[in-house]
């Protein structure tokens, strides 16, 4: 769990610190021009240092815990990137957002300790990940098919996220099962195993589908169907994949309200400005803008 949750606060870090250096990055003419400028930035530089620490503190946590249990925590990762980018950029945090980072942090213990998944097999069965990955392929093509055909807006950014967020699932099932080679086969084991390079694979086209889907939409589609599609599918694989086993009976209640309390606090937090002036830029320059037009018609 401390290393889940060192996770998502690392990644969440090296996100805030990512979007400082690019808005504080003149416009490039190029894409290149652009990495140049960034790799000069030290700033970036230390962002992308905490987006390596959050997968190496993921594949820690995965190794050591179960999937079912580890990844609903880097929820967290929305709350935490709210409080450091109001560090960073000196936003005030509305009363509104601090009761979602409240209710987020509650409804997170609460499902957790309600469902407290234990057991399961440290090692998924070769045969087993086949249907696996046939039906979250399915799911991902429906997704984006879905998602591609939808214009600017809410519907195209949730399709997208939603499947970014699947795909995020799947990798981290496969660094579950290829650090557990790495620790009981050592190196070469584990860059023989097939799940090494699934990972890589997956992992980066969730990247890709998940910056169309920031760019798709608002940040209120996106980021709720990431944060949430992650936790859900991580938890459902966890469950069929791996065997890991929920309580049952009468903990089943607690366990929802703690998720209905976790969700409400995502999607009001998600619709918050102070969270866009934190961690989306195209939303932020959007504010900018209005305030500089503002500003020059009252002049």
């Known amino acids: 769990m401390a290393f889940a949750v060192l996770a998502a606060g690392s990644n969440a870090w090296g996100t805030v610190l990512q979007r ?23 700033i970036w530089l230390g962002g992308i240092l905490g987006v390596v620490g959050a997968a190496l503190f993921q594949a820690l946590a995965l ?9 609903p925590i880097f929820i967290l990762e929305l709350p935490l990137a709210l409080i450091f980018g109001s560090l960073v950029f000196h ?38 990940w086949i249907p696996t990955i046939v039906v979250v392929a399915a799911v991902e093509t429906v997704l984006i098919t ?35 080679i790495l620790s009981r086969q050592g190196t070469v084991a584990f860059f023989l195993a097939w799940q090494t390079y699934a990972f890589a694979v997956v992992g980066s086209l969730s990247i890709v589908l998940l910056g169309y ?20 599918v991580s938890f459902c694989l966890g469950v069929t994949l791996f065997a890991e086993s929920p309580r049952q009976g ?19 937090l998600s619709r918050t400005r102070c969270l866009a002036k ?11 803008q209005a305030r500089h037009r503002t500003a020059t018609t009252v002049l």
């Not at 591609?148 to 099932?173: E, I, K, Q, S, Y």
Request: proline share 6%; charged share 10%.
């Open 146 to 180: 879905a998602g591609l055909r939808r214009p600017h807006g809410v519907a195209r950014a949730a399709c997208l996220a939603t499947a970014a967020a699947v795909g995020n699932a799947l990798t981290a099932a496969f660094v579950k099962s290829a650090t557990h």
């Open 20 to 42: 400082r250096a690019a808005t504080a990055t003149p416009e490039a003419r190029s894409p290149f021009g652009l990495v140049v400028a960034l790799v000069r930035n030290p």
């Open 63 to 71: 190794n050591f815990g179960s999937l079912a249990a580890v990844q």
């Open 91 to 128: 936003v005030q945090v509305s009363r509104k957002a601090w009761g979602c980072v409240v209710a987020i942090f509650a409804g997170l213990a609460i499902s957790l300790f309600s469902a407290a998944p234990t057991g399961g097999r440290e090692q998924v069965p070769g045969m087993w």
């Open 213 to 232: 889907a920031m760019q798709g939409g608002p940040l209120i589609a996106s980021q709720p169907a990431l944060t949430l599609g992650d936790a859900v």
């Open 278 to 288: 934190c961690v989306d830029r195209d939303e932020a320059g959007e504010v900018d």
């Open 250 to 268: 009468m903990w089943l209640m607690p366990a929802f309200l703690g998720v209905a309390l976790l969700s409400y606090g995502v999607f009001v």
